[in-house]
C-alpha cells in the first residue's frame, strides 16, 4: 500500500502564493509519476500538473502554466506544488496522486493509482 499525505493548503488574497507537498508512504512506493488535481465545488475533478519520475519531465494545464511549478526530492519521497499569482479560480481542493506504472506524468486521473486526501486551497478576490 502507498499512503500519499497533501499540506501545505490555506487561505491567500489574489496573487499570493503557496506552497503545497505531498508526502508518499508505505513499504511498495518506489519513484514514480506524480500528479496534482483540483477540484471545485460543483465541478469535476482537473488536472493541474505532473513529473516523471525522476523530476526531469513536467507537464501543466493551460490555465496554470507560467504559475505553478511542479517538482519533487524523491529522497524525501515528496513531491511539491509551488503557487504563484494565485487567482480567485484557483480555489479547490488540491490532491495529488502517484502512478506506479509509469515513468512520465500522465493528465488523466483514472491513470493514478493511489491518491491522497486533498488540502483544501482558497483564494479571496
Known amino acids: 500500500q502507498v499512503q500519499l499525505v497533501e499540506s501545505g493548503g490555506g487561505l491567500v488574497e489574489a496573487g499570493g502564493s503557496l506552497r503545497l507537498s505531498c508526502a508518499a508512504s508505505?513499504?511498495?512506493?518506489?519513484?514514480?509519476?506524480m500528479g496534482w488535481f483540483r477540484q471545485a465545488p460543483g465541478k469535476e475533478r482537473e488536472f493541474v500538473a505532473a513529473i516523471s519520475w525522476s523530476g526531469g519531465s513536467t507537464n501543466y494545464a493551460d490555465s496554470v502554466k507560467g504559475r505553478f511549478t511542479i517538482s519533487r526530492d524523491n529522497a524525501k519521497n515528496t513531491v511539491y506544488l509551488q503557487m504563484n499569482s494565485l487567482k480567485p479560480e484557483d480555489t479547490a481542493v488540491y490532491y495529488c496522486a502517484a502512478d506506479l506504472d509509469r515513468m512520465f506524468g500522465s493528465s488523466r486521473s483514472g491513470e493514478y493509482d493511489y491518491w491522497g486526501q486533498g488540502t483544501q486551497v482558497t483564494v479571496s478576490p
Open positions: 508505505g513499504r511498495t512506493f518506489r519513484p514514480s509519476a
